[in-house]
């Protein structure tokens, strides 16, 4: 089964810097999602990433929050930008199999202090 | 009103018994069902699909009934390992690949 891992697994950021975090999975996938996940809470789709071209985002995230890339089927950055501690959450990448059955990376712990 | 709603529990379940929850939806059209388990600090991991005549895997049965707009699961025989938060994974949207949300998840310990 396919495999998505994530960089980095965790940081602590200052307020107004940018992060961005990488997903790689090692098999192709028509689709990639990002979501957050807030303590105690459950997942919220940020966007779906599509390949070579802008992301879909969903109601209440914006582009120039968090620009999203995904220049192949394999791989792509959610930048989280000038960032603010509301930002702290886990941040987790996603491929569809197909079927609509996903799989997750290990998410990104994010800290804004 | 949530789209996806769970009881959040928790469902404290002794060690072989069978526990049984579900998690409710508002959109009628929502085409596609599934029931994921997160462990503590870790990423979710798709448990089963739901299809409409109910699927069974091992301990694990899922059903979907939409007249009442609500899926399933009852797991039998409970292990210590089942310990974990089920999501209720709802896609509610029909255009393109759909959007996926997700419940808050119910609470389930396993006690020995």
């Known amino acids: 089964s396919a495999v998505i891992s994530q960089k980095p697994s965790r940081d602590i950021c200052q307020r107004g810097t940018s992060l961005t975090i990488q997903c790689q999975v090692d098999?192709?996938?028509?689709?990639m999602f990002w979501y957050r996940q807030q303590p105690g809470q459950s997942l919220t789709l940020i966007a779906t990433a599509n390949q070579g071209s802008e992301a879909t985002y969903e109601s209440g995230f914006v582009i120039d929050k968090f620009p999203i890339s995904r220049p192949n089927l394999t791989f792509s950055t959610l930048t989280v930008s000038n960032m603010s501690p509301e930002d702290s959450s886990i941040y987790l990448c996603s491929g569809d199999r197909g079927r609509g059955e996903q799989f997750f990376g290990p998410g990104t712990r994010l800290t804004v202090l | 009103r949530k789209e996806v709603e769970q009881d959040p529990g928790p469902f404290n379940v002794p060690e072989g018994a069978t526990v049984a929850f579900n998690c409710t939806y508002s959109n009628s059209a929502s085409q596609s069902f599934f029931w994921y388990r997160q462990d503590c600090r870790k990423e979710p991991k798709l448990l089963m699909s739901v299809y409409s005549s109910g699927n069974e895997d091992g301990r694990f049965t899922a059903q979907l009934n939409r007249a009442s707009q609500y899926i399933s699961l009852l797991i039998r025989d409970s292990k210590l390992s089942d310990s974990a938060t089920y999501l209720c994974v709802v896609n509610t949207r029909t255009d393109s690949w759909g959007k996926f949300q997700f419940g808050a998840g119910t609470q389930v310990v396993v006690t020995p």
């Open positions: 098999s192709q996938v028509t689709m």
